[in-house]
Nanobody, 114 residues
Framework: QVQLVESGGGLVQPGGSLRLSCAASGSLFSIYGMAWYRHAPGKQRELVASITNIGNTNYVDSVKGRFTISRDNAKKTVYLQMNSLKPEDTAVYYC????????WGQGTQVTVSS
């Protein structure tokens, strides 16, 4: 069973940056597409960025040009570099496979506020 541990969130001012990390257990990490999701209060969970097993990426329009997803298969870790953060990016951020098939981790809180 894959376990996911997210980290790197925090409180940041608008325009600031954060880098999220997600460490995964399991021996088959490298064959799966991975994604970052976020869940803001009063909203449904949203997929914001995805990366295939060979590194092709895709983003929701609201984060294009600001967020970058990457992965290190040797470390079984996926990253989300978030720049030019906006208050509307405030949410709990989670990682999972591209289909969300694994148990969800605890997530990491990102709060963008002045």
């Amino acid at each position: 069973q894959v376990q996911l541990v997210e980290s790197g969130g925090g409180l940041v001012q608008p325009g600031g940056s954060l880098r999220l990390s997600c460490a995964a257990s399991g021996s088959l990490f490298s064959i799966y597409g991975m994604a970052w999701y976020r869940h803001a209060p009063g909203k449904q969970r949203e997929l914001v960025a995805s990366i295939t097993n060979i590194g092709n990426t895709n983003y929701v329009d609201s984060v294009k040009g600001r967020f970058t997803i990457s992965r290190d298969n040797a470390k079984k870790t996926v990253y989300l570099q978030m720049n030019s953060l906006k208050p509307e990016d405030t949410a709990v951020y989670y990682c999972n496979s591209g289909s969300g098939q694994w148990p969800w981790g605890q997530g990491t809180q990102v709060t963008v506020s002045s």
